[in-house]
């Protein structure tokens, strides 16, 4: 229990950040969409989601989506222009294969993996928000990742959602 409640509702997005739908392209700002799934309104959503194993990326389907609290946001700046609000302790698949924390990509000058690229991108800076409502997302499949669409670059960058750390530790 105690490895959920350190991580579970820790990694989180500034309710402003957008999901695109992979098959409609219709967008949602993350809040909208834990505010309809309250009401029982929630759209079924896909969206696009990386397998590790195989390298390829896939549609997969938006499963649940939830607030996790007032936290101390984030804005962080890639070198290729995307820009992410999100928690400092937030997830992105990097160049190395592996799942790194904001800050630790950050300081270590960590390449953070692209969809459409093989260099990747660095974090160019990170600018502290302040307090603000932040959200989580879970996924259906068993790869529990999401991609972040950046629609001025098209890029994706693979972010780990809530519960995909908590499977590997039981």
Known sequence: IMPFASYGFNKCLSGD?????????????????AE????????????????????????DTL?????????????????????????????????EGNFIEVREIFEKKYKVELSDSVFGTMIESITELGLMSTFNCTMLSKHHNYAIVDKITGSMICSKNSHSYCYGLL
């Open 36 to 59: 309809l799934k309250l009401s029982n309104n929630m759209p079924s959503l896909k969206l696009w989601s990386k397998d590790l194993i195989n390298n390829e990326w896939f549609v």
């Open 17 to 33: 950040t957008v999901f695109y739908d992979a098959v409609s392209d219709q967008s949602w700002k993350i809040s909208e969409l």
């Open 63 to 95: 499963q649940d989506v939830f607030y996790t609290g007032e936290k101390l946001v984030f804005k962080v700046k890639f070198d290729n222009g995307i820009i992410v609000e999100c928690t400092e302790n937030h997830m992105f698949l990097c160049s």
